[in-house]
């Protein structure tokens, strides 16, 4: 039965479908289970994301990504699903902006992005906003973005809690090399850029236990399998899945953030202090 004695309302706030499953989706099945409201906020279609030429152009690419995010979001118990259509702007930020083609999230104004998002926060009196660390996680310049549009939009809304989703640096270094066990990387993939990457554990302030939710969050990943595959390689979502339960269990059993806000609001009891 849902324990409904801190119920309240929790929106992630994401740069791309699939990031969701990757950085929050354990905390979302577990604050939906415990009868919180979990809204899910996505900036673009993910339409220049990596992957197999089978999908078809940008625009294919992109309807296949929503619906892969609707199929995410189901496994998790996500109630509402906000997209707020601006373009995918590329590993490195080099979509051109073109006319008559929706801007690239790198070039969104940040007010007027944090408006969006500020305008989803209201509505739902949103107790919680997630976004990422600084570094944007690995440093996609929409992750970086999310950041900074993130923050805005809760001093706009005044919701009182802003969490930073992230990975402490040797886990997920020891996760890339564990992988790696099992599963040959393409030359290009440096995984030695995760240990400058994400936070220093130290700097973590809360970390949720995604133990009894872990079927939920791999069927979040499972649900993204245009990000599996690229053109003649396996990507690395395709690597984590390849991960027997147990190990995928140990891998994936924690989720991480940094709390920025201020003040003495109570975090909803899902979230374990780090220290």
């Known amino acids: 039965m849902a324990n409904t004695a801190d119920a309240s309302t929790l929106v992630f706030l994401h740069a791309h479908p699939d990031d969701e499953a990757l950085f929050t989706s354990g905390t979302m099945a577990r604050a939906s ?7 899910l906020v996505v900036a673009t279609s993910g339409e220049l994301g990596l992957a197999s030429g089978s999908f078809g152009d940008s625009a294919a690419l992109a309807a296949t990504r929503q619906r892969e995010l ?10 509402r699903t906000v997209l707020l259509g601006f373009g995918d ?3 490195h930020g080099e979509a051109p902006v073109v006319e008559g083609q929706p801007l690239p999230f790198v070039h ?36 970086r973005q999310v950041n900074i549009v993130g923050a805005r939009a809760a001093e706009l ?31 290009e993939f440096d995984a030695t850029s995760f240990e400058r990457a994400y936070t220093p554990r130290g700097e973590i302030t809360h970390w949720v236990d995604c133990r009894s939710v ?13 990000q599996a595959t690229a053109d003649g390689a396996d990507r690395t979502l395709a690597a984590f899945l390849r991960l027997p339960m147990p190990v995928y269990r140990r ?15 109570r975090l909803p009891s899902l979230f374990e202090p780090a220290h």
Do not use: C, N, Q
Not at 251 to 265: D, I, N, P, Q, T
């Open 108 to 143: 969104v104004p940040v007010d007027v992005a944090a408006e969006r998002v500020a305008e989803v926060l209201s509505e739902e009196s949103a107790y919680v906003l997630t976004t990422y660390d600084p570094a944007g996680g690995y440093g996609h310049p929409d992750h």
């Open 157 to 187: 809304a005044g919701t009182p809690i802003l969490l930073e989703a992230t990975v402490p640096r040797d886990t997920i270094a020891r996760a890339v090399r564990l992988v790696g066990k099992v599963y040959k990387y393409p030359p």
């Open 89 to 91: 702007s590329g590993l």
């Open 33 to 39: 289970t415990e009868g919180h409201r979990v809204v």
């Open 70 to 79: 609707e199929e995410s979001a189901r496994a998790l118990g996500v109630h």
């Open 251 to 265: 891998v994936f059993r924690r989720e991480w953030y940094v709390r920025r806000s201020l003040g003495a609001s």
């Open 214 to 226: 872990i079927k939920a969050k791999r069927a979040s990943m499972a649900a993204h399998s245009s």
